[in-house]
């Protein structure tokens, strides 16, 4: 079983509705980032999570430490959203480094 | 926010060769770099952690002897795949950050190896 598990692995949704793309881990962190990742490979990172719940724009993060689980949630999507988004954690135990999912392929349809 | 930087974004490589890959944290100093490798369809795998100053700290499974990894100063490191084959072919990301928590990525450089 892998450290860091995304739900659902694929996602296509109609311009307007709202998305949302969860992540469960198994490893106790110290942190937990979502990325975006376009169709060209780079990388964007859109949230740093400890605690709590973060809001950049139309993008609305959301931890719960103690279940080990965490949404991205993307309000009112639109096509240029459609990326892969992939969550990573910071692992505490050993060397400190990101272990990711296998990432959220989402596709917004016009 | 920060910037980071790779060049090139795209090389092809006659198999045997040596490609070098630069990253670049464009306004900040990084203290740590991290190197990333992606195949097809798969997730982002660490290839090593480098400090500024002192060797790269090299995961499980990676040919440190492959993958030379330089980090002379607080904006540049490179990873030069050294004897290039075609399943070296990937697409290669790194990051820096100041602080290992808040990782700034840059924007990748596929390896075509022929």
């Known amino acids: 079983k892998n450290e860091v598990e995304q739900s659902p692995q694929n996602l296509t949704a109609q311009e307007g509705e709202f998305i949302t793309i969860n992540c469960s881990y198994s490893v106790g962190i110290s942190a937990l980032h979502w990325l975006q990742q376009h169709p060209g490979g780079g990388i964007v990172s859109l949230f740093m999570?400890?605690?709590g719940k973060k809001k950049h724009g139309r993008l609305i993060a959301t931890i719960n430490i103690q279940e080990k689980h965490s949404s991205l949630h993307i309000t009112a999507s639109h096509p240029r959203d459609s990326a892969v988004y992939i969550c990573a954690v910071f692992i505490i135990q050993g060397a400190q480094k990101l272990v990711f999912g296998q990432g959220t392929r989402l596709t917004i349809n016009p | 926010g920060a910037v980071v930087s790779q060049h090139p974004s795209r090389v092809i490589c006659k198999s045997g060769t040596s490609v070098k890959i630069e990253c670049r944290s464009l306004?900040?100093?990084?203290?740590?770099m991290f190197w990333y490798r992606q195949f097809p369809k798969q997730s982002l795998m660490l290839m090593a952690t480098?400090?500024?100053?002192?060797?790269?700290?090299?995961e499980q499974g990676v040919e440190k002897d492959k993958f030379l990894i330089n980090h002379a100063s607080l904006t540049l490191s490179t990873l030069t795949v050294t004897s290039a084959h075609p399943e070296d072919s990937s697409f290669y990301i790194c990051?820096?950050?100041?602080?290992?928590?808040?990782?700034?990525f840059g924007p990748g450089t596929r390896l075509t190896v022929t």
């Open positions: 480098s400090n500024e100053g002192s060797k790269a700290t090299y």
């Open positions: 306004d900040f100093q990084a203290t740590t």
């Open positions: 990051s820096a950050s100041w602080d290992s928590y808040e990782q700034y």
């Open positions: 999570l400890s605690s």
